[in-house]
C-alpha cells in the first residue's frame, strides 16, 4: 500500500487549493480515510483536519468544518481534500491516512499514511 499526496501549494488568505492523495495498492474496506496536518515547528503533533467513514459519512475538525471538505473517488481510489477560503493558520504539511477506527476518525491511529505535502497560506 502507497500513499502519495499531491496538490500542495503557495496560495494567499482566501485562496482556494484541493489535494489529492492517490491510494495506490488499498483494498481494504470498514475502515475511514482522513487527512491530518502538521504544523510548523515547534508543533509536531498531527491534527486530524477531517474523515470519511466507510459509509461515506464525514467528520471535520472545528478549525476546518465549513471551509473543508473531504470526498472519495472509490473507483481511482483517490481521496481528495478541497480547501476554501484558507487561513495563514492552515499552513501546515498534509498527509493523508488510511485504516483507521471509524468510532472516532479524526485520531491518528490509521495504519497506512503518506509522505505529506506542504501547504503554505500567505496573509
Known amino acids: 500500500v502507497q500513499l502519495v499526496e499531491s496538490g500542495g501549494g503557495s496560495v494567499q488568505s482566501g485562496g482556494s487549493l484541493r489535494l489529492a492523495c492517490v491510494l495506490s495498492?488499498?483494498?481494504?474496506?470498514?475502515?475511514?480515510l482522513a487527512w491530518f496536518r502538521r504544523g510548523p515547528p515547534p508543533l509536531k503533533q498531527r491534527e486530524g483536519v477531517?474523515?470519511?467513514?466507510?459509509?461515506?459519512?464525514?467528520v471535520y475538525a472545528p478549525s476546518a468544518k465549513g471551509r473543508f471538505t473531504i470526498s472519495q473517488d472509490n473507483a481511482k481510489k483517490i481521496l481528495y481534500l478541497q480547501m476554501n477560503n484558507l487561513k495563514p493558520e492552515d499552513t501546515a504539511t498534509y498527509i493523508c491516512?488510511?485504516?483507521?477506527?471509524?468510532?472516532?476518525?479524526?485520531?491518528?491511529?490509521?495504519?497506512?499514511w503518506g509522505q505529506g505535502i506542504q501547504v503554505t497560506v500567505s496573509s
Open positions: 491516512a488510511a485504516e483507521g477506527t471509524n468510532v472516532n476518525p479524526l485520531l491518528d491511529i490509521y495504519n497506512y
Open positions: 495498492g488499498y483494498t481494504h474496506k470498514g475502515y475511514s
Open positions: 477531517a474523515a470519511i467513514d466507510s459509509d461515506g459519512s464525514t
